[in-house]
């Protein structure tokens, strides 16, 4: 693939190996934009905490609501990662995209107006006035593909 690095990786207790391909950015923004629920992390208290989110690509960021609470007060003007990986079947390819950068809520009234009109449906009913928006200075992501039952469980005798 254009932009991206190939390398060999030997999958454990085999001989087999397999191809991880790094993605250009332009490959992980389009897996992030196929995609509906990743994974935010921060860091409460000096301990990372993950939490599923529902997000949206706009403009090269990712942008979720949330309500008041652990979200909001940890990730809002500090450094987060988020997550999302896949898998494709018919391929048998796993893939994993990272996004680390800035979170900042949204609050200016016209960038809160764009924000609202962004095809956001968090799946939990509760409300979610907060708009929070990552803005990354990393993205990073791999594509490899999945080893079988055999390669990734070796069976040890003895």
Known sequence: PSGARVYEVRLMGSESAGLVVELDESACWGLLRSAEVGRLAVVVNHRTEIFPINFVVDHATVVFRTAAGTKLDWAAGRDVAFEVDGYEPDSGVAWSVVVKGLAREVKGMY???DALEL????????AKPHIIRIEPDQVTGRRFKVADRPARHPVHEG
């Open 119 to 126: 095809p956001l449906f968090p799946w939990h009913t509760s």
């Open 111 to 113: 960038e809160a107006l």
